[in-house]
């Protein structure tokens, strides 16, 4: 360490330890574009004294930029506690009683309207089971690999053909 760097290695040692110490108006002085230039040619300036003092320098500078957002972090919680926040019911409230609700009764469906009740004149509600064919399937035929049988059968059932346009193979 050169002579010269001893008094920014002094300086720089208080400012660090005191820096939770200084007022929050002058940390948030740090936020200026003017006060910014001015800190980054001060660490090139100190650059060119040695290489010890400029490490001092630009740690400093980190601790204020620390110190600053632990403060703006500290007053946006302070105004987040202030916002309007739903609180819970205190056990008063809650163990309050609260005016009762006419709540309508439910309609009632007339048995005449009911197909699923038995009638007296006999009916039976029988379940018919479809017809025999419905679970029928079959794999429809192709032709495959496409060759000039397809055409015929893309013909036949009206699929590949526009009128007035002519297929050219």
Known sequence: MYPAELVYFIICTIIILGSSFLPTRILFLLDNIIVRIALVLFVLYVINIGSTAAILVFMTIAVLYLERNRRKVTAALKKLDKMEIPKYA???????????IDIPEFDVAQPSESDFIPTETGESHNFEPV???????????????????????YE???????????TVM
């Open 156 to 166: 036949k059932m009206g699929f590949g053909h526009i009128d007035s346009v002519e």
């Open 131 to 153: 017809d025999i064919s419905i679970n029928e399937k079959s794999v429809l035929s192709t032709i495959y690999p496409l060759d000039e049988r397809t055409d015929e059968l």
């Open 90 to 100: 205190s056990i008063e409230e809650a163990y309050k009683k609260t005016a009762p």
